[in-house]
Each structure stands twice: as structure tokens, then as C-alpha cells.
């Protein structure tokens, strides 16, 4: 199995250079290739020698991976299925390393979302996902393994529009700081000079609060983070949300308090709306006392109904009030707009199969 250039260093990339018979110089060449020009085959690097892109292609490849399938929405929204190989040992580089372990296919989802002048694509960052949220069809399907840095930024290379996205939100399928890592290695090219040269700015990720990992992502990025709470009382929401157990939303907004987001870094609150479960005046109170102090946004989300779940979405006037309760309490709230659901794109519906149903 060859070895995948993305997600590499120009200094990583400088030595398979050097191992490869080219000059070290070269290894700034790949960088340019890969991150700049978004090149998705080494037999592309043109300014390599022909003989140096031969034994390159020996043993390497991009790690770009063309999508198998493209659905479009009637909003413009696009849902890309791209199939991946996932190492099951729990570190990402197994592969790598050439002591895969158990490998096996599986197949992920990314979601370009227009709007206005705006193109974001949502990515993946594991195949499935080990939380088991119970309204989320992606933790329905179990944990395939975790993305590596070449499968993630592969997502920005491969879709059709890798050459005017304006940002990004890692809220695909799995939970990105279970996965960190290899979430963060994508970050550092995301944002490097010397890789896309993107603003920290231009990225959210999006966790349900895996407490050790996000205080790292707070230490070692800039990036903004969404924060999916859902209910703010704990009995509550483990009922929905089995990490409450080992990662109380209490704890996760004591650590999110610690921190400045008075500036231009951003944290905002995911709560998708369940009908007469967590919809009325003692839930809007609630998030209100607990996130008393902090500068953040909370974000209103629709549920779109899913199989074997018992809840349906509040209506609409039962979301207004709950928005409108808390910008009286000085917390800006905001309903969010529904994309793509009528491809399974919208949020809890990535399921990384496109079958005749979805169709």
C-alpha cells in the first residue's frame, strides 16, 4: 500500500524527497503541488523529473481521492460520497506506517453549502462515529475508524468546488476531537503558509465536548468551536447523549468560560429542538443560567426526523419563543436555516451511504 503525501510538512516532505533522489528543494515543490495548485496525482508535479516522479510513485501517492458520488439539493446544497480505507488499531498512521492492522473500506460524506458569495464545505473526520447520539443517523451506524490528515484534506481537494470554498466546519460525520491528532494536522496545513494559507477564522469544528482533547484545540488553535449541548440538563441529556456521562456540559462550559471569546474567535451552542422534551421555558432558563457570562451565539436547529427516534421537531412559533427568550436574557440566539434535506445532507443525516432511498 503506498504511503499519502497529504498531510505532510514541507520538512517531512523534503526528506521523502531526498529518500526519493531528489534534491530537498524538491520537497517545497510537492508542498506547492499538493496545498497551492491542489495537484491529485504525482505524474502531475511537472517540475519534478520524470525519473523523480517515477520513484515517488513507487512508494507514494497524493492521498486525493475522487468522490463516488455527487446528490444535489434543490438549494444548491451538494452531498459528496467519498469511499475511504479506516485502520481499526486507533492510531491513524497505521497505515502509514505499514502496521495497518485491521483495515477495512467504508464510505464518508462532505456537504459544499452555498450561500450568497459563501461556499462552506462540512467534512468528516471518522468513518461512523463512537458517541451514539440517539437522533444522529451517523452514530447510528457505529465507529468504522478514525480519518487520517490525507483522507480529511482530501475532502477540500476533491470536490468540485476546491477552488472557491470560503470556509469550513468539521460537523460531518464522527467526532473531530476524538480524533485529534490527525484533525489538528489538517488544521496546521489548513491554515499554514505554506498549505492553504487559510485565516483561522474560516473554520469551526464542532464537538459535543470531549473535555481533554478541547482544551488542547483551545490552547493550540484559533479556530472557532461549536459546542453541541441539546439539553442543559444533564439527566436529561444523557438520555440523548450518552458522552454526558463522561463529559458533563457543566464541565464543558466551566472550561469554555476560561477563555476569551470577546475578539474575533467565536463559540456558539448547536440545540436541535425536540418537540415537548426540551422546547420550553424551563430549558431556555436553564441554557440561560448556564452559559451566564460567557460571549457566545446559540444556534436553533431543526430535527429532521429519523427512524426509530420519538421525537419530532418543535414548530416553529415554539422556536421563535425559545429564541426570543433568550435574546431578552442577552444571549444571541438564531434559528438556523435547514440545507439539504431532501438529500440527507442537513445535520444528524450523514450516513455515508447514498442508497436508492435516499435518492
Not at 108 to 133: F, H, N, Y
Not at 303 to 327: A, C, N, Q, T, W
Request: charged share 25%; glycine share 8%; net charge neutral.
Amino acid at each position: 500500500m503506498k504511503k499519502k503525501l497529504l498531510g505532510k510538512t514541507p520538512e517531512e516532505l523534503r526528506q521523502i524527497a531526498v529518500e526519493c533522489g531528489l534534491p530537498p528543494y524538491a520537497g517545497n515543490q510537492i508542498a506547492q503541488w499538493l496545498y497551492k495548485k491542489k495537484i491529485r496525482t504525482v505524474d502531475g508535479m511537472t517540475n519534478l523529473s520524470r525519473e523523480g516522479r517515477a520513484r515517488l510513485s513507487e512508494k507514494y501517492e497524493t492521498g486525493a481521492v475522487e468522490y463516488a458520488d455527487c446528490m444535489i439539493s434543490a438549494d444548491g446544497t451538494r452531498k459528496y460520497l467519498f469511499p475511504v480505507a479506516c485502520s481499526f488499531s486507533g492510531a491513524a498512521w497505521a497505515v502509514e506506517s505499514g502496521n495497518p492492522g485491521k483495515v477495512e473500506g467504508s464510505c464518508i460524506e462532505s456537504v459544499m453549502i452555498p450561500e450568497l458569495d459563501r461556499k462552506t464545505l462540512c467534512v468528516s473526520s471518522q468513518a461512523g462515529c463512537k458517541m451514539g447520539c440517539k437522533f444522529c443517523m451517523t452514530g447510528r451506524q457505529g465507529f468504522h475508524g478514525n480519518l487520517s490528515p490525507a483522507d480529511i484534506l482530501s475532502q477540500f481537494i476533491s470536490v468540485d468546488e476546491a477552488d472557491s470554498l470560503t470556509g469550513t466546519v468539521f460537523m460531518g460525520m464522527g467526532e473531530p476531537l476524538d480524533n485529534f491528532e490527525n484533525v489538528k494536522k489538517a488544521i496546521d496545513v489548513l491554515t499554514a503558509d505554506w498549505g492553504f494559507g487559510w485565516s483561522p477564522k474560516r473554520i469551526t469544528l464542532s464537538t459535543i465536548g470531549v473535555l481533554p482533547s478541547l482544551k488542547r484545540f483551545l490552547d493550540e488553535t484559533r479556530c472557532h468551536v461549536a459546542v453541541s449541548m441539546h439539553n442543559p440538563f444533564p439527566d436529561e441529556r444523557e438520555g440523548i447523549m450518552p458522552v454526558q456521562k463522561a463529559y458533563d456540559i457543566r464541565d464543558v462550559v466551566s472550561l469554555l468560560k476560561k477563555y476569551d471569546f470577546t475578539g474575533q474567535r467565536r463559540v456558539s451552542f448547536e440545540y436541535t429542538m425536540f418537540s415537548g422534551y426540551n422546547d420550553d421555558k424551563r430549558h431556555a432558563d436553564a441554557v440561560i443560567r448556564l452559559l451566564a457570562g460567557l460571549e457566545c451565539r446559540v444556534n436553533l436547529i431543526r430535527f429532521h426526523k429519523i427512524p426509530d427516534f420519538p421525537y419530532v421537531s418543535s414548530p416553529d412559533g415554539v422556536m421563535e419563543m425559545f429564541r426570543d427568550r433568550l435574546s431578552r436574557a442577552g444571549i444571541t440566539a438564531t434559528i438556523r436555516a435547514s440545507r439539504g434535506e431532501d438529500i440527507f445532507a442537513a445535520c444528524g443525516m450523514l450516513a455515508g451511504k447514498h442508497s436508492d432511498q435516499d435518492k
